[in-house]
């Protein structure tokens, strides 16, 4: 009896603290998706990272009303087509990635730009349970304490675009030395088409593999369906 009792307990200690950690980190983030929900943000825990890797951080908030629309859609035709679709957790696209999986092809991400949002926002980089916990605990959070237009807002304005680049203005200027507001479609869909890679890939001399990625979004820009972010 007292070795089974000793084993319980170790096991509920154990439990405690793999949850406590987990319910104060989404406490906090959940107040901090609160604060955010109207004030830009100053920087990103990825921000931070790459600054110390010696990257610099070049930044310049944008509001969404002031983009053209092809902007918008050019980075939800790339990362998130169905992103008015969904609550923040793109369940059909997760069935269909592991179907694809079990069907003998390369486990592909189905991460959705809220789920991303809520990563460069709240949390940090890595490949760990905790930190992906996390992700999917706080994005329908995000969903509800921001809406579409200010998610797409900050994931337009805090995206990592070029080493130290952060946002769609700081992008244009850096690779096409032009406002984002003066963004033609191609490239739009260029910037869109760097990513999940944005340290190895240009949009300024984009690789064949990009060009045609670009290419692929710009004739999918027109299909996106973007009401939840029109400012109609």
């Not at 092809?70 to 990635?97: N, T, Y």
């Amino acid at each position: 009896m007292v070795s089974w009792r000793k084993r319980g307990i170790r096991l509920f200690g154990g439990l405690g603290c793999l949850v406590t950690p987990f319910l104060l980190g989404l406490g906090a983030a959940t107040l901090a998706l609160i604060f955010f929900r109207f004030v830009p943000l100053p920087f990103t825990p990825l921000m931070v990272i790459r600054a110390a890797q010696g990257h610099g951080i070049h930044k310049d908030w944008v509001a969404l009303e002031t983009l053209p629309e092809h902007v918008p859609k050019a980075f939800l035709a790339s990362e998130d087509a169905r992103f008015c679709q969904h609550w923040g957790i793109d369940f059909e696209q997760m069935g269909a990635a592991v179907e694809d999986w079990q069907e003998g092809e390369k486990l592909r991400g189905a991460s959705t730009i809220s789920m991303q949002t809520t990563k460069n926002v709240l949390l940090w980089p890595s490949r760990s349970y905790l930190r992906k916990g996390l992700e999917l605990a706080l994005t329908p959070v995000l969903e509800l304490a921001w809406g579409k237009w200010r998610i797409a807002e900050v994931y337009l304005n805090v995206a990592e675009l070029g080493p130290g680049v952060y946002g769609v203005e700081a992008a244009a200027q850096f690779h096409f030395g032009r406002s984002a507001d003066k963004l033609s479609p191609r490239q739009a869909s260029l910037l869109a088409a760097i990513l999940p890679s944005p340290l190895t890939r240009s949009a300024a001399k984009p690789s064949a593999y990009v060009s045609k990625r670009a290419r692929d979004v710009e004739r999918s820009i027109r299909l996106v369906e973007a009401g939840c972010i029109s400012a109609d």
